[in-house]
C-alpha cells in the first residue's frame, strides 16, 4: 500500500476473536494502552480481556477497520449509557500510517454506522487533553468539545483530563 490514502477504500467490520494479534501488534506500549482504552484495559491486551470486556459491556461493539482488505485501525461504537452513541477505543495500528488520512476514513466509517444503526441527532466522544493529533483530527471531522465535565482517568496515580467532543449529525 503506498502512503497516499486518498483513493484507499474503508470498510469496516465488527471484530473477530483472531483479531486480537492485531491489538497486540499495534499496542505496543502501557501508555498507548492507557491512551486508547483508558483505565478499562491492561497491557499488554489479551484475548481474556476482550472477552470480559465484551461479555461485561454488550452495547459496546469493536470495529476493525480495514484499507483495502488489509487491517489498518480498530474502534468501538458505544450504545445504551450515557454519553451515547459514542465512538471509543480509535486507533490507527501502524503508527507510521497515522496522520496520513486512515484515521479520518475510518472514523467516517463508524459515525456512518452507527447513524445506520441507530439514528442518532449526534455523536460523541472522549479524548484526553494531551492527545493533541487525535484532537486535531476530531475538529477536521466536525467534532466540537461541548464543555461538559467529564471525570479525569488515573494513570498511576496521576489524573488525566478528560474532554468531550460532540458532531450533530447534520453536520457531517
Known amino acids: ?3 497516499s490514502f ?7 467490520r465488527k471484530y473477530r476473536p483472531e483479531d486480537i494479534s492485531l491489538l497486540q501488534q499495534w499496542i505496543t506500549d502501557p501508555e498507548l494502552m492507557f491512551t486508547v482504552a483508558g483505565p478499562g484495559w491492561n ?6 480481556q476482550i472477552e470480559a470486556h465484551q461479555q461485561q459491556y454488550p452495547s459496546k461493539q469493536l470495529y476493525i477497520g480495514e484499507a483495502d482488505g ?17 465512538l471509543g477505543r480509535l486507533l490507527v495500528g501502524d503508527q507510521n500510517k497515522r496522520g496520513l488520512g486512515i484515521g479520518e476514513k475510518f472514523i467516517r466509517e463508524l459515525m456512518s454506522e ?14 484526553l487533553e494531551t492527545n493533541l493529533s487525535a484532537i486535531r483530527l476530531y475538529k477536521k471531522i466536525g467534532f466540537s468539545f461541548t464543555g461538559d465535565h467529564i471525570p479525569d482517568m488515573i494513570r ?4 488525566r483530563k478528560v474532554l468531550k467532543m460532540i458532531l450533530n449529525c447534520g453536520e457531517k
Open 1 to 3: 500500500m503506498n502512503q
Open 6 to 12: 486518498d483513493t484507499v477504500r474503508m470498510a469496516i
Open 43 to 48: 497491557y499488554p491486551i489479551t484475548t481474556a
Open 70 to 86: 488489509m487491517p489498518v485501525a480498530m474502534g468501538e461504537i458505544i450504545v445504551n449509557e450515557e454519553h451515547a452513541p459514542r
Open 114 to 127: 452507527c447513524i445506520r444503526l441507530y439514528h442518532p441527532d449526534s455523536i460523541c466522544l472522549f479524548v
Open 156 to 159: 498511576e496515580g496521576e489524573p
